[in-house]
């Protein structure tokens, strides 16, 4: 036979049941038993989907109130000192109110204290909390909730495999704060841990452990590459097997070092690197276990098994029962159950596979493979072959006239007419700025009185008419209070947005959205990614009446607001038909359109967001050029239509621009706005260093707390990056939009922020 498993499942439950227990219990409106209550009836419930699908094993140690890797930090005792309750017994276990302390600050016990840090996991858009680690930590067996799980799914029946983040991965996503501090000094003291887990498991009965080293897949300094060799040495005298799992990506210059270590199973992404398998084959040894991921657990789209069938005989026929079958990587990136979506049409659902439908192909491979394929089996077969046939020759994905034009691009369509000096004299007759210009960054607080009405509107209770109307009087108001507290380039405000990309997805052709696809993006907060199906086109104007309207109100300059071609695609399910690169390009094209008709319309600056450029980059340095080459296109795309007097901005609110800063000024945004307040201004060290030519907007008023920022702070903040950049190249504003903001700080702050660029006109 071969044997089929998942390396997780996602957890949120096919209704966000998880979600809606833990936001009840932090709000002191579900006990702790029922909280416990909730977790365990998702576990069996995931675990009997996985059992009836037909898997071989099923996964323990994929569940998390909050956080996969949390959970281990809890486990392994990396409790910073500060959520460590004074009376509390320093040797007892680490609750879970002091990991919602960690993830949220708060929890409805413990005394709050500042969060852990939490950053995406990898490249996806999975959001984990950061390791704390220090010099000479000591680690501890903390928590016995895995254990607790164990005793769950063997209760049930159920054949066990456990699965938990290794302890190079584990150390490799923490950070410490020290200089000089080296994480992998840790490894002794954690290994004893980790040893300790694993006999308990051994003495629970249980035969499989699967560690998670994604790490694997990324480039590695040769002492981790050795910690490797260290540390899997140094676990292998625990009585329990050991299955290594990599996936995000190939093992590249760490294949050999992968194949060798001593443990009893790898597992290997065949989806983003089907290349590896052959090699992998060849490298490992005799004994071992390899567990291909052939089911892709990054997308949506339903696998082609009969091409997986056959492009896997081979390594059936080497590997015999040695060869497991599995999804690339945890089915936590995709959503649940393609069955709950009532609105999807039949053709669409057809190419599609959600986690549930994931394990049905998984079990379907292994079983053909082990020759102990059923009829239904060769049905599936039969389906799939025919609808990703129907896929593949429908009119939904191709345009004929997309391509065509996307092949008439040039260099004149990446250029603007003049380089930016020329630009910015020809801006600065048009817009009639001060020194130190004030704006912000797009969206004004989305209050409840909005998000009622676009409820209502899209229960149909309230009618098309209605809503713009009160979108308009949204917008008239966001313009009424800018002029009064003086910000000297407007924005309309994006009343009318749910999202930064579902809005514009939404009057894209080419996309389609889910009901119910939702995503777990960190702790309670779920995302619900459109899906890009084919060629993308904008059979109309998207943003133009609103930004025209605004426009209409004042005579201040107003700034247009579009979201970027690569944070459109970023921040979506993309069609695996074709390059990312070519439906960027296809989304930086039907952008481009809007730039030109905002600017026909007379709007004069148009800012447009990219905060998912950084997050693009490839986990392997070798592949950021190639990638960075096109994200930077596809935006120039976008902008360059523009006329040298319109003013392009751009949006980042990311904390890192070293590696990436010759990129960042070939967007060649004439304004481009940053975060940069809780760094106090060190972000701009990067822009200094390369001698950013054009104009900056860092960000003196962090929108993530509703503390009203003080002039002298902000004027004060805005000294040390006149020390960096010219005064002439400056702005003022915010980190980023105030949707998440009350009107009650906002008004303060902006009006706090203009007396601060004031006084800078004073001083310069
Ligand atoms: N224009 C967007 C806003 O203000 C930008 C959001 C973002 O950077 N994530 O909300
Ligand atoms: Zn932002």
Redesign the pocket.
């Known amino acids: 036979m071969t044997l089929a498993h998942v390396l997780g499942y996602p957890r949120i439950g096919a209704d966000r049941e998880l979600k809606r227990a833990v936001e009840a219990y932090w709000h002191g409106e579900l006990d702790r038993d029922a909280l416990e209550a909730v977790g365990w009836e998702l576990r069996a419930r995931h675990w009997q989907a996985q059992r009836d699908a037909g898997l071989d094993l099923v996964t323990v140690g994929d569940f998390a109130f909050y956080d996969q890797v949390l959970n281990v930090s809890a486990m392994v005792g990396a409790v910073p000192a500060r959520f460590a309750a004074e009376e509390e017994d320093p040797r007892g276990e680490v609750d879970l109110d002091t990991q919602f302390r960690m993830a949220r600050g708060r929890a409805p016990t413990g005394a709050p204290a500042a969060a852990c840090e939490m950053t995406k996991y990898f490249d996806t858009n999975y959001h984990y909390l950061v390791p704390e680690l220090h010099a000479g930590q000591q680690f501890r067996l903390a928590s016995t909730r895995l254990f607790d799980e164990v005793d769950e799914a063997r209760g049930a029946g159920h054949p066990v495999k456990v699965a938990l983040t290794g302890p190079l991965t584990w150390l490799w996503l923490g950070k410490g704060r020290d200089a000089g501090f080296d994480r992998l000094s840790l490894l002794p003291a954690l290994l004893p841990v980790y040893g300790e887990i694993l006999a308990r498991l051994a003495e629970q009965g249980v035969e499989w452990v699967q560690l998670d080293e994604p790490a694997l897949v990324q480039d590695l300094p040769l002492e981790w590459r050795n910690a490797y060799e260290f540390a899997y040495s140094s676990l292998r005298a625990a009585p329990v097997k050991l299955l290594l799992a990599t996936y995000f990506g190939g093992l590249g210059d760490n294949l050999r070092l992968a194949a060798s270590l001593p443990v009893d199973g790898l597992h290997i992404d065949t989806v983003r690197a089907p290349e590896q398998l052959t090699a992998v084959l060849d490298n490992l040894s005799g004994y071992k276990v390899l567990s291909v991921g052939a089911i892709d657990g990054r997308n949506v789209w339903r696998a082609d098994l009969a091409m997986l069938h056959e492009r896997l005989a081979n390594a059936r026929m080497r590997l015999g029962e040695r060869l497991w079958l599995a999804p690339s990587c945890s089915l936590l990136h995709v959503p649940v159950d393609l069955a709950a979506e009532a609105t999807l049409d039949e053709e669409l659902k057809s190419w599609l596979a959600f986690a549930r439908q994931k394990l049905d192909e998984t079990v379907t491979l292994a079983r053909l493979l082990g020759n102990r394929g059923t009829d239904e089996d060769r049905a599936r077969v039969t389906a799939a072959t025919a609808a990703l046939d129907a896929r593949r020759a429908s009119p939904r994905l191709h345009r004929p006239e997309v391509a065509q034009r996307l092949a008439g691009v040039g260099d004149a369509e990446l250029s603007r007419d003049n380089p930016y000096p020329v630009r910015a004299l020809a801006q600065r007759r048009a817009l009639d700025l001060p020194l130190f210009p004030t704006t912000?960054?797009?969206?004004f607080p989305q209050t409840a009185e909005i998000r009622a009405a676009r409820r209502a509107f899209k229960n149909g209770e309230l009618g098309h008419d209605a809503y713009e109307a009160q979108m308009r009087d949204e917008i008239a108001d966001a313009v009424r209070r800018q002029e009064a507290y003086g910000i000297d380039m407007l924005v309309h405000g994006?009343a009318e947005r749910n999202d930064?990309v579902e809005y514009f997805g939404e009057q894209l052709d080419g996309y389609a959205f889910t009901r119910n696809g939702w995503v777990q993006s960190y702790g309670s907060r779920c995302v619900k990614p459109p899906i890009i199906v084919g060629d993308v086109t904008r059979p109309a104007a998207m943003t133009v009446a609103w930004s025209r309207y605004a426009q209409s109100l004042t005579k201040r300059p107003m700034k247009g607001?579009l979201t970027g071609p690569v944070t459109m695609l970023q921040w979506a399910f993309v069609r695996d038909d074709q390059p990312r690169e070519v439906t960027c390009r296809q989304i930086a094209l039907a952008l481009r359109d809007e730039v030109a008709d905002l600017e026909a319309a007379g709007i004069p600056a148009i800012?447009i967001?990219e905060?998912a450029l950084r997050e693009g980059l490839p986990l392997r340095h070798s592949e950021w050029q190639d990638y960075l080459d096109w994200a930077v296109e596809c935006f120039r795309l976008t902008a360059s239509v523009a006329r040298d007097a319109t003013q392009i901005h751009t949006?980042?609110?990311y904390s890192e621009f070293n590696d990436i800063i010759a990129a960042i000024a070939a967007l060649d945004a004439d304004v481009i706005t940053i975060e940069t307040s809780r760094s106090n201004m060190e972000l701009l060290d990067a822009f200094q260093d390369f001698a950013y030519p054009n104009e900056i907007g860092p960000g003196v008023y962090d929108i993530h707390s509703p503390n009203v920022p003080d002039v002298a702070w902000m004027v004060q903040l805005m000294e040390k990056a006149a020390e960096r950049i010219p005064v002439e190249r400056l702005w003022v504003n915010p980190d980023?939009?105030?949707?998440t903001r009350g009107w009650a700080e906002v008004e303060p702050a902006l009006a706090n922020m203009v007396e601060a660029a004031r006084e800078l006109r004073r001083r310069h």
């Open positions: 912000t960054i797009g969206s994006e930064m607001m800012q967001d905060p949006h980042m609110c980023c939009g105030l949707k």
